[in-house]
């Protein structure tokens, strides 16, 4: 049972290029995040997913896309990284049984940057 | 835009002693939740306390709510080496989106 799985954990670009991050959880997840921490800003939320077929913006959805084609999976695309995207990415699934907002599983993070 | 600011940006303590971290935010919350990242890793869910709740307890931690006041603190007793990390509260507003702090950067020495 590995939990929350995120692919690559490393990655360099050159600004321009294109990129997709993979997320994968094997609990059986409904929802599932997509964050960007950078130093003193805490998690800010990227895009998110209520179930298989359906995503949503969060707070700093420009310059990403998403994915979630099937329920297990969750990609971030980054269409033409920039600089500024330069961050660590952090996926997370939360089970929704109980109410709104339940503890959120995280992956260990994929490190990018763009040069 | 973040919800929750934790207050201290960093506490450096002994071993064996207390560590206290403060959480405040601004609108109404559905729960609050803290976290803690160890260096290099992801987030671990630690203890969640809902709106109507005022303390919850975990092994060493103790989490209370003020919800008059809109603000939260955790409460490591006996601190060890192991509890170095940062520590982040969270936010649940009425949906399914958490908003993170800037969080609180815990060291224990040894």
């Known amino acids: 049972n590995a939990g929350v799985t995120q692919t690559p954990k490393f990655r360099v670009l050159k600004t321009g290029q294109s990129m997709t991050l993979l997320c994968a959880q094997d609990?059986?997840?409904?929802?599932m995040y997509w964050y960007r921490q950078d130093p003193g800003m805490g998690l800010r939320l990227i895009h998110y997913?209520?179930?298989?077929?359906?995503?949503a913006k969060g707070e700093v959805p420009d310059g990403y896309n998403v994915s979630r084609l099937k329920k297990q999976n969750f990609l971030l695309g980054l269409e033409s990284a920039a600089p500024s995207q330069t961050s660590v990415y952090f996926c997370?699934?939360?089970?929704?049984?109980?109410?709104?907002?339940?503890?959120?599983?995280f992956g260990d993070g994929t490190r990018l940057s763009i040069l | 835009s973040q919800q929750g600011e934790e207050d201290p940006q960093a506490l450096s303590i002994q071993e064996g002693e207390n560590a206290t971290m403060n959480c405040s935010y601004k609108?109404?919350?559905?729960?609050l939740q803290w976290y803690r990242q160890n260096s290099g890793r992801g987030l671990v869910h630690l203890i969640l306390i809902r709106s109507n709740e005022r303390e919850k307890h975990s092994g060493r931690l103790r989490v209370t709510l003020d919800t008059s006041k809109k603000s939260s603190s955790l409460l490591i007793t006996a601190s060890r080496a192991a509890d170095t990390a940062s520590y982040f509260c969270a936010t649940g507003e009425y949906g399914n989106k958490l908003v993170f702090g800037a969080g609180t950067i815990l060291r224990v020495k040894s």
């Open positions: 997913s209520v179930g298989e077929g359906t995503t």
């Open positions: 609108t109404s919350i559905n729960n």
């Open positions: 609990m059986n997840h409904e929802y």
């Open positions: 997370a699934s939360s089970y929704p049984r109980g109410g709104n907002n339940q503890p959120q599983h």
